[in-house]
């Protein structure tokens, strides 16, 4: 079993930056895909960003250059960097990690992007 702890939301004002981080408990982000998802209310879950094992990078087409997924193995954590943030990038940001049929999530995290 694999926990997955998510930390760094919280209220910014539109235009502000906040950096997500993700903590596994096992070392598994070099070789899982790592993702971070979002839901804002009344929505669907959408991809933000993943990161393969091998580094390769993906990003939800809304993200246009802002936001940045990274990952530190040696700390077993996943960033994600999120630059001139608007309004509608409040959501609930969750973590995930997958390999084959192993699929884990993390609780979420809350960003605001509200005056």
């Known amino acids: 079993q694999v926990q997955l702890v998510e930390s760094g939301g919280g209220l910014v004002q539109p235009g502000g930056s906040l950096r997500l981080s993700c903590a596994a408990s096992?070392?598994?982000?070099?070789?899982?895909?790592m993702g971070w998802y979002r839901q804002a209310p009344g929505k669907q879950r959408e991809l933000v960003a993943a990161?393969?094992?091998?580094?390769?990078?993906n990003y939800g087409d809304f993200v246009k250059g802002r936001f940045a997924i990274s990952r530190d193995n040696a700390k077993n954590t996943v960033y994600l960097q999120m630059n001139s943030l608007r309004p509608e990038d409040t959501a609930v940001y969750s973590c995930?990690?997958?390999?084959?049929?192993?699929?884990?999530w993390g609780r979420g995290t809350l960003v605001t992007v509200s005056s």
């Open positions: 995930n990690a997958v390999r084959n049929s192993l699929d884990y």
């Open positions: 990161i393969t094992n091998n580094g390769n990078t």
């Open positions: 096992r070392s598994i982000i070099s070789t899982y895909t």
